[in-house]
């Protein structure tokens, strides 16, 4: 374990946006966060990453590590020119992998002297994308990379952090697509309106759960965890029913508790 929430809570007005979250990212692998929109995977990046401070609970970081955030929208500077954002990133992260950095530029069709202003949202996704990833920080973190990215550059793109987190990287990153992470992510938190309602590494969740038809007698060695369209998913590891996949095991979880 690199990072972690324990008992975090953050409240806006009178709506706990994260409520009581405790979740552990582990490292060398890509931590999936994943939830519907609003369900608060944003605030959750936003205080591991420290730009949030949580009401009450805490972030855990190992000590010494480097730590960077990825915006969905690129949050970066309009203004400026690509090389100047750089220079920047290599100012605040000593190990800056400049060679990465124009690797990546060149398949995501960027001039090194582009104004951030003048690039596509799909180009501006991947430049403060290829940004955090050539800073060879500790800790990276990414709001929703992937949502102007083409299906091809995105899958590129889990190539690129699948790669870069076997470098003893934390890898956290965001999507309201579960579907995005079916075969890349290692460890998957699910949220449900400020809830984490699921946590745990891919393999183990996908081992360990099946999905029942909805009339079918459930033995009561299983927990039933919630309905998947007219399936209902079950813990356990007893080859019953039929196997589920991530996306549908996080949507019984959250239908579960919703219910």
Same mark, same amino acid.
């Given at each position: 374990? =690199? ?8 409240? *806006? ?5 994260? +409520? #009581?979250? /405790?979740?552990?990212?582990? %490292? ?5 966060? =994943?939830? +519907? ?16 401070? !949580?009401? %009450? ?5 190992? &000590?010494? $590590?480097?730590?960077? *955030? /990825? ?12 090389? #100047?954002? $750089? ?8 190990? @800056?992998?400049?060679? $990465? ?23 501006? &996704? ?17 709001? #929703? !990379? @992937? ?9 590129? *793109? ?17 999507? #309201? ?6 075969? %890349?992510?290692? *460890? ?38 919630? !309905? ?9 590891? +007893? ?21």
């Amino acid at each position: 374990m =690199v990072i972690s929430l324990e008992n975090t809570t953050k409240i *806006f007005g009178r709506t706990r946006v994260i +409520d #009581d979250v /405790s979740v552990k990212f582990p %490292s060398g692998i890509i931590s999936a966060v =994943v939830g +519907d929109h609003g369900a608060g995977k944003t605030v959750l990046l936003r205080i591991l990453a420290g730009e949030l401070k !949580p009401d %009450s609970g805490k972030v855990i970081a190992k &000590s010494g $590590c480097s730590k960077g *955030f /990825s915006w969905e929208n690129g949050g970066s500077v309009p203004k400026l020119k690509t090389a #100047d954002l $750089c220079t920047v990133w290599m100012l605040l992260y000593r190990n @800056f992998d400049i060679k $990465c950095f124009r690797s990546m530029l060149s398949e995501g069709g960027i001039a090194e002297n582009s104004r951030f202003l003048h690039l596509s949202d799909a180009q501006k &996704s991947w430049f403060s994308g290829s940004l955090l990833i050539a800073s060879n920080a500790d800790i990276m973190i990414f709001d #929703d !990379p @992937f949502k102007y990215l083409e299906s091809e550059m995105k899958v590129r *793109f889990l190539e690129i952090l699948a790669e870069t987190a076997k470098k003893d990287k934390t890898i956290v990153v965001s999507s #309201d697509e579960i579907a995005d992470f079916e075969n %890349s992510a290692g *460890f998957v938190a699910a949220l449900n309106n400020g809830n984490l309602v699921l946590s745990g590494e891919t393999e183990t969740l996908l081992a360990s759960h099946r999905l029942m038809p909805g009339a079918s007698t459930i033995s009561p060695d299983f927990k039933v965890i919630g !309905p998947v369209l007219n399936e209902r998913l079950v813990e356990t590891t +007893d080859e019953v029913g039929r196997s589920a996949t991530l996306k549908e095991i996080v949507l019984g979880y959250v239908n579960g508790s919703s219910s």
